[in-house]
């Protein structure tokens, strides 16, 4: 039996905070403190929050902890898209509000109903004054959806669905742990100097002898995207991939684009086109983040990419830009409110440049790696594509499950 309820039927509706870092006694690792900022969209749990509360911050506020298993759901900024489910005892802040369910509710179940669900918060949006997408509790308790009352279907229905989760969820681990492992080899050669053959080979002003420094603009073609006219709908479709920033955070290849554009729309603007196996680095506003390019592609103009001259500098120049996250912020920080490095700033950026030789045997360590990582990406695309193809039959009961 299906029935219109409200959320918060559901359960208790909890709205996270913010403690003041006036006070850094309430900071600490005793509690996570999840952000709407740290949920990946790809990502059922977030297990690497950037913060936690300490032990006074979780007896000071522990009356809004969120109890595992409970659905957190973004609803300033990132409005219809994010949520996340507790892995553990958490909080959240202000952005969030949490479904914690009641025991009529299955709590895989919930997460699952609520997804299925999300993208209808954008039309409670009331917006603030800084324009960004905001929902009340008051608005998203009250929202209607239709949910079976059978906790024993619940139940199965949440098997069903986490099942493709917990898949995904052990090749997102694979995924970290193979990157990790180039990250490892990066940090021995490149930082720590102890590379193959590093005991004869005289350092020089702290560089090993043959290393170079050379700029952004003389290991590539830096090419700054740009976005076509979104007034011309025919510029617009599933031909080109477009990569903007929100596409980034999803790994280290951006597979899978939010928006595409169409030959047309593309042939507009032919100098902006990406061929696969570059770096994208994205530089205005979130700066700092890189993908490597998957297929030929555009990106938007919040985004420089490295066309390489010389492809077995991929891995090694991947990472070296993912070290520069700092300096990237120090560029582009000019007073103004938002940080943005323009191209001039990104191509005169110097990094060190190993010898020919040793940035070859880096390539050949990190291929495999990465393309286990690439195949683990794509198969996790599949499993996502089969779980959000059931859910709305499971339940709308298109699809019945049987006790």
């Known amino acids: 039996m299906r029935k219109a309820i409200k959320i918060k039927d559901l359960g208790e509706v909890i709205t996270g ?92 179940y919930v997460y699952y109903l609520l997804k299925n669900n999300i993208h209808k918060l954008k039309m409670l949006n009331s917006g603030t004054a800084s324009g960004r997408e905001n929902i009340s509790k008051s608005a998203f308790s009250n929202m209607e959806i239709e949910a079976i009352l059978d906790k024993d279907k619940q139940i199965i229905i949440g098997k069903i669905l986490s099942a493709y989760d917990k898949l995904i969820e052990n090749n997102q681990k694979q995924i970290k742990l193979l990157e990790e492992a180039a990250q490892r080899l990066y940090k021995d050669w490149f930082v720590d100097l102890r590379f193959p053959g590093y005991e004869k080979t005289p350092i020089i002003d702290g560089v090993p002898e043959g290393w170079k420094k050379y700029r952004i603009s003389e290991i590539g073609k830096v090419v700054t995207g740009k976005t076509p006219s979104t007034e011309k709908e025919e510029y617009y479709g599933k031909e080109i991939p477009f990569v903007k920033i ?53 990106t938007n103009q919040q985004i420089n990419t490295i066309i390489l001259n010389q492809q077995e500098d991929l891995y090694y120049i991947y990472f070296t830009m993912k070290r520069l996250k700092t300096l990237l912020e120090g560029v582009g920080s000019n007073g103004a409110t938002m940080t943005n490095v323009n191209k001039t700033k990104f191509e005169n950026l110097e990094i060190l440049y190993p010898i020919k030789e040793l940035r070859k045997k880096y390539f050949c360590f990190c291929y495999p790696i990465f393309k286990k990582i690439y195949d683990l990406s794509m198969n996790n695309i599949f499993l996502s594509q089969a779980r959000d193809c059931l859910l709305p039959k499971l339940m709308s009961g298109e699809l019945e499950v049987q006790l």
Do not use: W
């Not at 506020?61 to 298993?69: H, N, P, T």
């Not at 900024?77 to 996340?84: A, E, L, R």
């Not at 939010?258 to 902006?272: N, P």
């Open 17 to 108: 905070n913010t403690p003041p870092r006036s006070n850094p006694e309430l900071y600490g690792r005793h509690t996570p403190f999840i952000k709407a900022t740290n949920i990946e969209e790809s990502s059922k749990f977030t297990y690497f929050p950037e913060e936690f509360y300490s032990e006074i911050g979780f007896q000071k506020y522990k009356k809004s902890l969120i109890r595992k298993g409970a659905s957190c759901v973004v609803t300033i900024g990132s409005v219809g898209k994010k949520m996340t489910m507790a892995h553990c005892d958490c909080f959240i802040n202000q952005a969030m509000n949490a479904v914690v369910p009641n025991n009529n509710y299955d709590d895989e």
């Open 246 to 298: 929100p596409d980034m955070y999803n790994g280290i290849y951006s597979i899978v684009t939010e928006t595409s554009l169409t030959k047309e729309g593309a042939d507009t603007q032919k100098s902006k086109y990406i061929p696969a196996n570059s770096i994208m680095v994205s530089c205005i506003a979130t700066v700092g983040l890189v993908n490597i390019s998957v297929n030929v592609c555009q």
